[in-house]
């Protein structure tokens, strides 16, 4: 069903990364009987609302980047974006350490390489992982003014920021502007990208000049 489900929206996967994304699959739906993962566990909405909508993004990623995911979750868009990128290297970070045991297994169960740690990104910012990264991604955390607070914090100068956000941007980009700015950032590309009836905008910022060391904010409002 997944490979299929992949092939209607013209995203190829070999037999390799089809048998990673079933095994995520089934690992998902055990973890989450003992605790909530996701709302959403037909195999056929996951594949869409999670899988695919994880890995659409992943042409703009840099061949070889180091990618820090910022509330991963139950691991959307970095485990996917690892199952068809096996050339990028992927941090997850999560506030929630039941979801930090879940992130750590799942890599184990799928043999691929990857770090998962229970930490926040406003924490991470203030120690070795600042301006670390090639890439700082999220997807479905919060509005962009608070998180280009949370990703550029932890992006090198020339690298970027990836959102994943809903297809009504263009307001919260406006307000988001100045933080942008004075974060080090310039919003580089906005691009629209329409599948199974979901829309959804993928911003791509990249990091212009060194994060102020005030910033983040301990306490990001």
């Given at each position: 069903m997944i490979k299929e489900i992949f092939a209607e929206h013209n995203v190829k996967i070999d037999e390799r990364e089809v048998g990673l994304f079933e095994t995520y699959y089934q690992n998902l739906i055990s973890w989450n009987q003992k605790f909530n993962l996701t709302a959403i566990t037909d195999k056929g909405e996951v594949a869409v609302k999670h899988f695919l909508d994880s890995v659409i993004a992943q042409r703009y990623f840099p061949y070889g980047a180091s990618v820090v995911d910022v509330g991963s979750g139950a691991g959307f868009p970095a485990i996917p974006l690892k199952i068809v990128r096996g050339d990028i290297d992927i941090t997850m970070l999560e506030a929630l350490n039941k979801r930090v045991n879940f992130l750590q297994d799942t890599l184990a169960v799928l043999d691929l390489p990857g770090k998962a740690f229970h930490l926040r990104a406003e924490e991470?910012?203030?120690?070795?992982?600042?301006?670390?990264?090639?890439?700082?991604?999220?997807?479905a955390v919060t509005n962009t003014k608070q998180l280009v607070q949370y990703l550029l914090p932890l992006v090198k100068v020339g690298g970027s920021a990836i959102l994943y956000k809903g297809a009504e941007i263009e307001e919260e980009l406006k307000e988001a502007e100045g933080a942008v700015k004075t974060l080090g950032g310039m919003i580089s590309r906005v691009d629209r990208v329409d599948f199974a009836g979901l829309g959804r905008s993928i911003v791509v910022i990249d990091k212009i000049f060194t994060t102020p060391k005030i910033y983040p904010k301990k306490k990001i409002k």
């Open positions: 991470a910012a203030y120690g070795p992982m600042r301006e670390s990264f090639d890439v700082a991604t999220a997807r």
